[in-house]
């Protein structure tokens, strides 16, 4: 991950960011952490790969509930940046603090995305290196492994998501990124779909909760048992613009092609900026 290169065009990007209204402008934090066996400061050197950190959205929320979704959401004011903004959420919604979280450090910034409901979105990449994801023990007949990787997530929880908000997040689990550049498995196919009037590509994918590794869950208030239950759910779904930029940044930390058909760009810089400049009559300063 030492030469990822994120930081595409980002002038352009943050000019695009910037020139959205407060309530329009939106961050999230990705968070990247090498996978069992794999050297971090090498992406082609052979290992497992890496994960990153992802919730599922409360139930209770208007808004995708029960998606998958990244720590994140709308800025609280015009001086804050992306960074800024990400953070924050990240600190609210899981009390995820960088400053303990062993080797945190910033990669860069994606270029803007626009969501559906036109929001001007940034992903905030940043690597742990001092952390490793836990290796997944699906076999029963392993059980001491299970019961120590068990610990392990626990500890990792204790560390990325130590405040999980019941309002706001289910749980809190790492998705292993080669998986989402495969057309097997988990991936549920590709819907192409005009996006502000450009061909995009939503890719779909339906996760079994027991196929990821989950770090932390949101305590349940005594007697909530259709929350409880809801909460514990078999699946996951990832869709939408989280699974759009889950993918790229897949591309991007992986240098590997992915099995599906994808745009050629990273982000959406141009639709945004497009769609800008038709909404609110007015050219941006690029």
């Not at 995820?96 to 910033?106: I, M, T, Y």
């Not at 998705?175 to 989402?180: M, Q």
């Not at 745009?263 to 009559?281: P, V």
């Amino acid at each position: 991950m030492e030469n990822t290169p994120l930081d595409v065009a980002e002038e352009t990007s943050r000019a695009i960011w910037r020139s959205f209204p407060l309530h329009k402008r939106a961050a999230v934090l990705v968070l990247v952490l090498p996978s069992p066996g794999h050297e971090s400061s090498n992406k082609h050197s052979g290992g497992s790969g890496f994960s990153t950190l992802l919730t599922t959205r409360a139930h209770t929320l208007k808004t995708s509930p029960g998606l998958a979704a990244f720590p994140g959401g709308k800025a609280d004011s015009l001086d804050e940046d992306e960074w800024q903004c990400a953070l924050r959420e990240a600190a609210e919604e899981i009390g995820f603090d960088p400053s303990k979280a062993p080797g945190f450090r910033r990669l860069g910034t994606m270029p803007c995305y626009l969501s559906y409901n036109d929001i001007a979105v940034r992903a905030c990449v940043a690597a742990i290196d001092g952390l490793t994801t836990p290796a997944l023990q699906p076999n029963a007949t392993a059980a001491a492994a299970a019961a120590e990787d068990e610990l392990a997530a626990q500890r990792l929880g204790a560390l990325l998501a130590p405040a999980v908000q019941a309002d706001e997040v289910n749980f809190v689990f790492l998705l292993p990124l080669e998986r989402v550049l495969e057309t097997g498995g988990w991936y549920a196919g590709g819907t192409p779909m005009p996006v502000r009037g450009h061909g995009w590509i939503f890719h779909d994918y339906v996760i079994p909760v027991n196929e990821v590794v989950v770090v932390a869950r949101a305590a349940v208030p005594a007697g909530a048992a259709a929350t409880r239950t809801r909460s514990r759910a078999a699946t996951i779904i990832l869709q939408g613009l989280t699974g759009h930029i889950v993918s790229d940044v897949a591309r991007l930390v992986l240098d590997t092609p992915p099995e599906m058909e994808v745009l050629t760009y990273i982000g959406s810089n141009r639709i945004a900026r497009e769609y800008y400049q038709k909404k609110y009559d007015w050219k941006m300063p690029l």
